[in-house]
T-cell receptor, first 117, second 112 residues
Framework: GAVVSQHPSRVICKSGTSVKIECRSL??????MFWYRQFPKQSLMLMAT?????????EQGVEKDKFLINHASLTLSTLTVTSAHPEDSSFYIC?????????????FGQGTRLTVV | SQQGEEDPQALSIQEGENATMNCSYK?????LQWYRQNSGRGLVHLIL?????REKHSGRLRVTLDTSKKSSSLLITASRAADTASYFC????????????FGSGTRLLVRP
């Protein structure tokens, strides 16, 4: 299957600072990608959908000024958590879509565990 | 809002038994995918079933899809302790663009 590289895998930052998470598809190009957040013992909640070359579409309740998404190319997307607070501590996962129609398949990064102290 | 529900939320079985997890969703879909996640780790893709398929097998996994009921099930046969994990369904569908939405998940414990 396709390979998606996400880093860092783990980051600890101080409250008030910003953290950038990078997600890169290594062997395919994707026009659509997603960012998810997962709290302990919960499912993955979609934060935003990003299409290359256009602005990200955020889900209800997700602050676009706090979670900056840059989908700069078909193989690279970044999520920046700005002015992080302890409640932003979570597991963040990116996903790229490949294929289309009924065969549309998602490939995931390994996830980033963010701890804000 | 997020897409679907899974039941049971938690399932505890003895090694060797079968485990069945169910997933319901809300919209018309392109396909449905099942994933596994070990605690604190990333996702492992298990199987994809297209909306025009009704059943699919992969090793000890059997997935069914009923688009009329907007539901899917994942059966793990002859379970092993190593199958202990959380299992999620995720649906691919089109809004203004593609969406990939996860169900609430089932935590499976297989007792040795």
């Amino acid at each position: 299957g396709a390979v998606v590289s996400q880093h860092p895998s783990r980051v600890i930052c101080k409250s008030g600072t910003s953290v950038k998470i990078e997600c890169r598809s290594l062997d395919f190009q994707a026009t659509t990608m997603f960012w998810y957040r997962q709290f302990p013992k919960q499912s993955l909640m979609l934060m935003a959908t990003s299409n290359e070359g256009s602005k990200a579409t955020y889900e209800q309740g997700v602050e676009k000024d706090k979670f900056l998404i840059n989908h700069a190319s078909l193989t690279l997307s970044t999520l920046t958590v700005t002015s992080a607070h302890p409640e932003d501590s979570s597991f963040y996962i990116c996903s790229f879509l490949s294929g289309g129609g009924l065969n549309t398949e998602a490939f995931f990064g390994q996830g980033t565990r963010l701890t804000v102290v | 809002s997020q897409q679907g529900e899974e039941d049971p939320q938690a399932l505890s079985i003895q090694e060797g038994e079968n485990a069945t997890m169910n997933c319901s969703y809300k919209t018309s879909i392109n396909n449905l995918q099942w994933y596994r996640q070990n605690s604190g780790r990333g996702l492992v893709h298990l199987i994809l079933i297209r909306s025009n398929e009704r059943e699919k097998h992969s090793g000890r996994l059997r997935v069914t899809l009923d688009t009329s009921k907007k539901s899917s099930s994942l059966l793990i046969t002859a379970s092993r302790a190593a199958d202990t994990a959380s299992y999620f369904c995720a649906t691919v569908w089109m809004d203004s663009s593609y969406k990939l939405i996860f169900g609430s998940g089932t935590r499976l414990l297989v007792r040795p």
